[in-house]
């Protein structure tokens, strides 16, 4: 999805591989075949693919763990061969599966590494350290000191991206930086990294072999075939509207309306709203915002107009304060997240509505059913009237 528009400013800059080739000793095929693609600063670029078909040579060429058998990448104008190895790579950040943490260092450490290298005094890197932990969503308090063996995998991979960005590195490459964990946590993974892009503007390659995961991040995906071999190069919306092979169409799979419900960002839709009350009000207060309403149950914020749980109207019927009655929320979308995140937190709603918070966490509205029937079916009206006048 091109969300660049909304972007603050661009720090990222531009890659462009001319005709790369990667031939492994001892193998009939080159890895990478002659692959020419132009990475837009400030864009986050996806290469997706099978297993094998070359993604993670392509990526390590670019900052040459991997030395191309033959053609150019260029980075920012200038020819990344003639650039010093080391010199590139603190230019850019690496993010990879099971974030490739150092487990004898601390979580402090890890993040550290290449401000370290940079030679930066104790004082820069240390703020430089909270800065990014605060970033990532970790507390810098509670876990700068620890090892990595005593972090969640979703956890680890945070910190592996705060790594990755700690020296501000125009660029990122990101090789299936969220594959190791599970799907819950990787949707609010994909979540954050939105939300940092639109602060950050880097330009960021990622890789992944799952087809949504491309369709969500990427302002352009590149669907890869074996040798790297570029099948379609261009927006999500038009690689799923018009995929340009039988292989391309088989990725996107049978089903292009449930498709778009990948491709739609909740932030895009009108969402519906639901009666909320202060955590300090009253229960007459609230028994009575929530008879205004009409509705079941109301949402209980904080003075930060965060949500913290809902109160049933029969909760609240036996309730002292509004303070203690209700029961808590299950996962809160973002605007960022898709609706086919929607989709699956209503489904797992004993209520069928999913609470949506705003960047700083605030609350936006929420997803019910009727927020995506009414989406899918003016996506097939517009379909059928353009359609009709064709
Ligand atoms: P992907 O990341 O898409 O799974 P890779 O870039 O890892 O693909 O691998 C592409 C091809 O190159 C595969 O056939 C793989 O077996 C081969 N390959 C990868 N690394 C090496 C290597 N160091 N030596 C020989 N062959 C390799
Ligand atoms: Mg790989």
Redesign the pocket.
């Known amino acids: 999805m091109t969300d660049s528009q909304t972007r603050a400013a661009v720090s990222g800059v531009e890659i462009v591989l001319d005709a790369v080739t990667k031939r ?4 009939r095929e080159p ?2 075949d002659a692959v020419s693609l132009t990475i837009p600063a400030g864009q986050i670029v996806v290469l997706v ?10 990526m390590r060429m670019i900052n040459r763990l991997i030395e191309p058998t033959s053609g150019t990448i260029t980075i920012d104008g200038r020819d990344a061969a003639a650039i010093d190895p080391d010199r590139l790579r603190r230019g850019i950040g690496y993010s990879i599966q099971q974030a490739g943490l150092f487990p004898h260092m601390t979580v402090a450490k890890n993040i550290a590494t290449v401000p370290g290298l940079m030679g930066w005094d104790r004082a820069r890197i240390t703020a430089r350290t909270d800065e990014m932990l605060e970033l990532v969503g970790l507390e810098p308090d509670t876990y700068r000191e620890r090892y990595p063996r005593q972090l969640s995998g979703g956890q680890q991979q945070r910190v592996g991206v705060a790594r990755a960005l700690a020296a501000d590195p125009p660029i990122l490459l990101m ?1 299936e930086p969220f594959g190791a964990v599970d799907p819950i946590t990787r949707g609010l993974l994909q979540d954050e990294l939105l939300r940092l892009q639109t602060e950050l503007g880097k330009t960021i390659v990622f ?1 992944t ?1 799952d087809f949504n995961e491309a369709v969500k991040l990427g302002d352009r995906i590149a669907v ?1 075939g074996t040798g ?1 071999r570029i099948l379609q190069y261009d927006t999500p919306a038009a690689v799923l509207a018009d995929p340009a092979d039988e292989t391309v169409a088989g990725f996107v799979g049978s089903d292009a309306s449930l498709k778009q419900l990948t491709l739609t960002r909740i932030r895009d839709v009108e969402l519906d709203d639901y009666p909320t009350v202060a955590e300090d009000v009253t229960v007459e207060a609230a028994r009575a915002a929530l008879a205004e309403a009409g509705h079941g149950w109301v949402l209980v914020l904080d003075p930060r107009r965060r949500p913290l749980r809902r109160i049933s109207a029969e909760q609240l019927a036996h309730a002292r304060t509004v303070g203690e009655a209700g029961s808590a929320l299950g996962e809160t979308l973002s605007t960022a997240s898709t609706l086919q995140d929607g989709l699956e937190a209503l489904l797992n709603d004993q209520n069928a509505t999913a609470v949506v918070t705003g960047s700083r966490g605030e609350y936006a509205g929420v997803v019910t059913i009727d927020t995506l029937v009414a989406h899918l079916s003016a996506l097939r009206g517009d379909r059928a009237d353009s359609d009709a006048t064709a």
């Open positions: 492994y000793p001892g193998q890895a990478v693919g099978p297993s094998g078909c070359g993604k993670t040579t392509t090789d890789v072999h890869l790297s």
